[in-house]
């Protein structure tokens, strides 16, 4: 995911944990959102602890002076935030307090969001179809508490409609489900059990850069408001982990599976050989491998691999050591084959690079 947001031109950035509750009284987040955080006291002066990324990023846009030749800025992090969710909703992964978004958000000339929201819709659809979620997306709307004025939101309103037009996505709306600050589209994904949860959103903003002051000099020497866009891919990493784990049963792809390929010697005599391959596999392949070289019988540590769910199960006895050609054994497919040693590691990079964001 890092490769492709730097490939997309997606700068990374770093917020601050906690900031001075002047600063989201500022972006209207003390008013419409408090109850949702949490603040503490340092010094006799209160700070809130982030609930979202925005905050912080507006503060690295006004680190510097901003030429329309800047923009699109995108400024992408994988942020850690706190929101206070009652106790009786939290539910395992699914529904935390403290959560990483995969958060990023761009600075933009208004004749530019349409670009941005396909780009990023394109970014979506990608990352989803990897995974072969089923999907659909809303238009959330204006909700009753919020900030800004009313042409604002038709303006931004309209240009999410738009984007999801041009790329001929059915849609539903969510009235007054957008957030405080603007209207949004959110991508809902379907779990396991037909169960669906927000994970992307695309979020047209025209307020926060305006509460903040934000401009940029445009080509006529005159400093012009920026649009942001707030987006997240995934939402939170701990809710998706969740959702993939359901949605293959604990059988990750080959690409996403913490542990890609266990080796297993049959006896100590093998046990150096599993290490230099296993060597070979880190250092010439983007996959991951573990030995399982515990005083067991043969059919035990089989039995271990597959009950960890590991891809791919290679058993290496006196032949595969000799000849460097190994038995190798496919969860997913539920085969066993014999591929040569560089022909096996050749083909764990093929398989992880096939898929791509």
Known sequence: LTKALIERGYEPVRGPEILKSAVWKTSGHYANYGENMYFTTIDDVEYGIKPMNCVGHIKVYQSALRSYRDLPLRFYEYGIVHRHEK???????????????????????????????????????????????????????????????????????????????QNHIAYRIDEGGGAFYGPKIDIKITDAIGRKWQCGTIQIDMNLPERFKLSYTNEHNEQVQPVMI?????????????????????????FIAPTQ????????????????????????????????????????????????????????????VESKVLAIRDRREKTQYELPEEAFIAMLQTKIREVSF
């Open 87 to 165: 106790s009786g909703v939290l539910h395992g992964l699914l529904r935390v307090r403290e959560f990483t978004q995969d958060d990023a958000h761009i600075f933009c000339k208004t004749e530019q969001i349409c670009a941005e929201v396909n780009d990023i819709i394109a970014f979506c659809k990608s990352i989803i179809n990897a995974f072969n979620f089923s999907y659909e997306m809303e238009l959330a709307t204006r909700p009753e508490k919020s900030i800004g004025d009313e042409k604002v939101w038709e303006s931004a309103t309209q240009a999410l409609k738009d984007a999801l037009e």
């Open 230 to 254: 707030h987006r997240a891919l995934l939402g939170s990493f701990e809710r998706f982990v969740a959702i993939l784990t359901e949605h293959f049963s604990g059988e990750f792809p080959l």
């Open 261 to 320: 390929v266990i080796l297993i010697p049959i006896g100590d005599a093998q046990l150096e050989y599993a290490k230099i391959l296993r060597h070979k596999i880190l250092a010439q392949s983007e996959a991951y491998a573990e030995i399982i070289d515990k005083n067991e019988s043969l059919g035990k540590k089989v039995r271990l691999a597959e009950k960890q769910r590991v891809p791919l199960i290679v058993v290496i006895g006196a032949k595969e």
